[in-house]
């Protein structure tokens, strides 16, 4: 049975993508290197030190490990300064609708998100009191595809992983939510997350009605 539901962040509950778009092509442009919007898409999903790194890759740069570290943490401050201007009004479309709609069902509900922010964006969408777990970028040392995230999540709900319903916009979210044998939601094209269990293309489609309806005998 159905008893736990587990989102990721950024893409899902609200779109960042552009923030950190910015804050990475502005780190960037400072240091030379080559940054754009198809190179920003390899990067959804992953931590901040995957991320530098294949931006660096890409750009066959190669640096010690505490340069790495503070161009990271330049980025982050740079990311983090904008996230001030963030406010209620930023939850994607139909996704406070479906954490409001599981509140009232008592179904438990965590964040599993790679973000070390991910506590600041909710306080910012005043959305923390719709979650019983916060999962971020603190929480465990693997990041997705590694399912750590998801498995702390539902661990700290007590629930299997049988028992949940992870929601994702990255492909590395859903390898991630399959390899620790939860079922999927993904949020977005089929090129990216069709390999999910369920796939709609906006979360405003992603009714807990049309979830009930698709898993059926598991609710």
């Avoid at 442009?29 to 898409?41: I, P």
């Avoid at 998801?150 to 399959?178: H, Q, S, T």
């Avoid at 620790?180 to 977005?188: A, D, E, H």
């Amino acid at each position: 049975m159905i008893k736990g539901f587990i989102f990721d962040l950024d893409g899902v509950i609200t779109d960042t993508a552009e923030l950190h778009y910015e804050a990475w092509k502005k780190l960037s442009d400072e240091m030379g290197w080559h940054f754009d919007r198809e190179l920003n898409e390899q990067l959804r999903g992953i931590s901040r030190m995957d991320s530098i790194k294949v931006i660096m890759d890409h750009n066959k740069v190669s640096l010690t490990d505490d340069a790495v570290v503070s161009l990271a943490t330049k980025k982050n401050d740079i990311y983090v300064a904008s996230l001030d201007t963030m406010t209620p009004d930023d939850y994607l479309p139909g996704a406070r609708e479906l954490l409001t709609h599981l509140r009232t069902e008592g179904f438990s509900v965590a964040l599993g998100s790679a973000s070390k922010n991910a506590i600041k964006v909710l306080e910012q969408l005043n959305a923390t009191h719709y979650f019983d777990v916060i999962g971020d970028g603190n929480s465990v040392t693997q990041s997705k595809p590694a399912p750590d995230i998801f498995l702390f999540a539902a661990e700290k709900m007590k629930l299997p992983a049988n028992n949940c319903i992870v929601f994702e916009d990255a492909e590395k979210g859903i390898d991630a939510a399959k390899a620790g044998g939860f079922y999927s939601v993904g949020i977005g094209p089929e090129e990216r997350v069709g390999h999910a269990n369920l796939r709609f293309d906006t979360m405003k489609q992603a009714t807990l009605f049309e979830i009930k309806s698709f898993f059926g005998d598991l609710f």
